[in-house]
């Protein structure tokens, strides 16, 4: 989008931004103090005041949510009688898991190879410095034609609820006619695309007891019933022989019938070796977007060694593994009220039962040998649907449109959960939801080296500008 006065403003912009997203990544914001001091996140939280302090926001603020974390926010007013937009991003981040693995310093941002490297460079910090790239551009190009609202979160790796907690007992605060979610991202690089669905989550934690304590394995092997034996046949249940999973009660035959995920291409993106098959069946995009998954994501499982308490010859009395579930998308559009509490509606079906509770009574009924399961949930996140025909979805077409010359925009699902989504859809159910970013699959998010694309960064924060505009001009008609 050459000689546009929007594009060629965030390309001067680049080397500030650059440098924003160096001190933003330089921040430990782990938002976990038995990992990270919570004096990292305070810092950062800092930061993203201080940063829309500079771009005139009023009533900034460091708002302390429920869960102990800090989201911060701010509010720039607009032209009289222009719709107000909400932007979202966190601050706070996954951890880096294995140093050693990172080919360069994660908490240190670093270019190589035409890529940003460090910690949260794309999810979510890079998501703040498009927010305010585009709003730069705007200011300097006739001014910002939308009151703005933004709200940086601390907790939503953690996904403890802290700012839809907040944001329930204050419904005034983030009420606006749009709002845009800069924490997803491109199908691919140079790809625009709006992720459209949600599947949703629910983290549990669950213990399995056998025995009142370790034991011998020489001694009482055989007959004493081992408790990660035990674990192992539990999680075994949940997966057919092909892979797919199965929860007692969960329905595992959606189909997804938009932008598809070729196999080669996601065996690439996924990193999948050689000779090893997918799991599952139906299309990629199927499996990763329309059906459930559950993932064992650790498991307490004693160091090996000996042959006494706790080493490689003790018969375990429990195991305490925390398993991820991700739940398909609510069928109906994100606009259609829910259904009430305990029913249906006046002649119709009840409701399908949570996942959570499907997931639990499956664990529960599962267990071998009469073991004992106690099920704890430590995180969650709804569904999601968008309605992708809104005018706001017309007005976001335009603007990726114009970014990405000779590209159209996408519509794809993700596995993954945002739990401020149906927050803020029950809050404000007049409001339309817009998910984009900078987390396409070279990004690698969560894991070892993560980066982003400088290039995705100046088009979609070239998009998020062109959006607004077009936004604040269909609104006048």
Known sequence: MTGHPISETIASLMPRAKAELAELVAFQSVADPAVYPRSECDAAAEWVAGALRAEDFQDVALLDTPDGSRSVYGFLPGPAGAPTVLLYAHYDV?????????????????????????????????????????????????????????????????????????????????????????????????????????????????????????????????AAPDALAAMIQLLASLRAEDGTTTVDGLTTDAKWDGLQYPEAEFRKDAKVLDGVGLIGTGTVADRIWARPAVTVIGIDCPPGGGGGRGGAGAGPRRRQPSRGGRRAPPAPPRRAPPPPPGGGGAGGPPPPPPATKLLTAHLRSHAPWGARVSVEQVGQGQPFRADVSSPAYTAMADAMRAAYPGQEMQSSGMGGSIPLCNALATLYPEAEILLIGLSEPEAQIHAVNESVSPEELERMSVAEALFLQNYAASKKV
């Not at 601390?154 to 204050?170: D, P, R, V």
């Open 94 to 222: 996954q951890p880096p898991l294995d140093e050693s693995a990172w080919l360069s310093p994660p908490f240190e941002l670093t270019e190589r190879d035409g890529r940003w490297y460090g910690r949260g460079s794309a999810d979510c910090k890079g998501g703040l410095v498009m927010h305010l790239l585009a709003l730069r551009a705007l200011k300097a190009n006739g001014g910002v034609p939308v009151s703005v609202k933004v709200i940086a979160e601390g907790s939503e790796e953690q996904g403890t609820g802290g700012l839809e907690q907040y944001a329930q007992a204050h419904p005034e605060l983030l009420a606006a006619d749009t709002v845009v979610i800069g924490d997803t991202g491109n199908f691919r690089v140079g790809l625009p695309t709006v992720t459209s669905t949600l599947r949703g989550m629910t983290m549990l934690r669950v213990r399995l007891d056998t025995l009142e304590g370790n034991l011998h394995s020489g001694q009482f092997g055989g």
